[in-house]
């Protein structure tokens, strides 16, 4: 058995985090994919590592992780060498953290939130959802965007992977990202990046 398991279910951004970052640093795992529509997520197999019934949870020998974005933070820590993914220099580490900050929160009750309308018809305003979308986008990643690459520095580091399956995802939630043309530019580049597993599309999932 891999020294790590990646419990996870492929249609949750969430889970897309922990995911692509093992992949991206070439890390052999077990993937263990919960249905969650039959509630395996509750199962008295899955509570022994997250009673919160929430996936993912990274399990790394004896360490065991029930937030994407703190897998990210440990993955880029522990076995990324070059520390590009979460640089050493304190002005771009906090950077990177407030990048993770938005993927937490504006990007959840933007992007997130309008795609599980419509994907999931979880019962929310989607019309706010996508004024925060667009608030989102405009303000922070096309601002950004217009004249880098990436969300910090000149690599791609876990701010970028941490925010982008949910705004990769958003056409799901009726947003048309050609409105975004740097985000939309910034998209293509994560998914040409080496190893980068693009987010799948809800539909190869949902019949």
Known sequence: MSKIQLHFNPLSGHAHRP?????????????????????????????KFNPLEQI???????????????????????????????PINSEAATEVHRWLAISTREVFEGPATARMI???????????A??????????LFETRLADHDWLVGDEPTIA??????YIAAV??????????????EWIQRLENYPNFEPMPAAAQFIH
């Open 19 to 47: 995911w692509v970052m093992l992949k991206l640093l070439k890390i052999d795992f077990e993937e263990i994919v919960l249905n969650v529509s039959k509630d395996e997520q509750k199962s008295p197999g899955f509570l």
């Open 56 to 86: 993912p949870v990274l399990v790394d020998g004896e360490t065991v992780l029930r937030d994407s974005t703190a897998a990210l933070v440990h993955l880029a820590s522990k076995y990324d060498p070059k520390r590009q993914w979460l």
């Open 130 to 139: 996508i004024k925060k979308t667009d608030l989102l986008l405009n303000s």
């Open 171 to 184: 056409t799901e939630g009726d947003v048309d990202l050609s409105q975004y043309p740097h985000t939309s």
């Open 118 to 128: 419509k994907i999931f018809g979880v019962s929310r305003d989607h019309e706010e």
């Open 160 to 165: 970028d992977v941490s925010n982008y399956g």
